[in-house]
């Protein structure tokens, strides 16, 4: 069993008592659904720290993570973090499959500054390529990763949560996932019984997916998620990975009232959804591409972040300093209109 880092045991104090005049906000004192949603209400003002972490080497997609970015995110106004990380490529790829220790100082490190900064954070697992394309040759090992996550953040403080699986997709149908989630969640709680988890649906984190999401009805201390990217013509004009984005770059957004309605129509449908489930909605990620032009960029993001605050959503931009960025990475500037389409002035 993995030992728990000695500052870890010291911050689950220091970050109780920030909270504790604010009604024990996402503590284990609360019933398992009131912690989920006051949990939830920490999420409300998000970043994700994406291209960081989430591949096979920090760095090789994005920046390197500075602690200068953790500063900046608190002090801009954003209440939580959601890293994405790719615990796969650095665990092994036999038995016992042990995720390399220095991996795990590297992670501790960013928890325990985030903490420091009063920000709430999100451990995401992120880009596993392999549960992707054969998820029942890579059930053993996704189940043995997430047993050594959850047993080493076992006494962190509950503002440290876990997202079980970014974007189930390709091979991963959304039964498949539902198969993939029932053995999960036993591993996780059986370290952490009182840890809010956030779940999204299939079909990549869509939101038309959590239709078909099995979440167990007598586990309430969960969080729902899902990403939004449309119209992809708009989000994803120009990315390079995306095949026929070249034949978008152009095309235009400025909230008409068809474009505004099919906005509205989508997060109808997920607000319906979660109040008939009664589960606390993370919009774990939207965002648009930079070779989108600024006006429409500003245009699409504010809309989308309003959409979700009316319903009560908690949302998480995608991202902080790589090509949908709202921080220069370099000169750790700003980028104002964008930044204030996300955390506007009073």
Known sequence: MARTPTWMKSLVWLFAMSVAGAACACSTGQPPAEQAASCNRLLERSINFGNMLDHAREGMAGPMLRDEFITLTAQAGFTAIRLPV????????????????????????????????????????????????????????????????????????????????????????????????????????????????IVGGGDWNSGPALEDLKLPADDRNLIATFHYYEPMAVTHQGAEW??????????????????????????????????????????GEF?????????????????????????????????????????????LQWRRPLLEALLPRP
Do not use: C
Not at 295 to 320: D, H, K, N
């Open 86 to 197: 790719r615990w796969d490529a650095r665990a092994g790829i036999q038995p016992p499959y042990r995720i390399a220790p220095d991996f795990f100082e590297r992670v501790d490190g960013i928890v325990q500054l985030a903490l420091k900064h009063k920000l709430a954070i999100v451990l995401d697992m992120h880009h596993y390529a392999n549960m992707m394309l054969e998820p029942a040759a890579e059930r053993e090992r996704f189940l043995a990763i997430w047993r050594q996550v959850a047993e080493h953040y076992r006494d962190a403080p509950q503002t440290v949560l876990f997202e079980l699986l970014n974007e189930p997709n390709r091979e991963l149908t959304r039964e498949r996932w539902n198969e993939a989630l029932a053995a999960v969640l036993p591993v996780i709680r059986a370290s952490n019984p009182q840890r809010t988890l």
């Open 242 to 283: 995306v095949s026929g984005a070249g034949a978008w770059v152009g095309t235009t957004w400025s909230g008409t009232s068809a474009q505004t309605r099919k906005l509205r129509d989508d997060f109808d449908r997920v607000q319906r959804w979660a109040e008939r489930e009664k589960r606390p909605v993370l919009l």
């Open 287 to 331: 965002g648009a591409y930079s070779r989108a032009d600024q006006a429409t960029r500003i245009a699409w993001t504010r809309a989308v972040r309003e959409q979700a605050e009316a319903r009560g959503f908690s949302w998480a931009y995608w991202e902080l300093a790589s090509s949908f960025g709202v921080l220069e990475p370099l000169s």
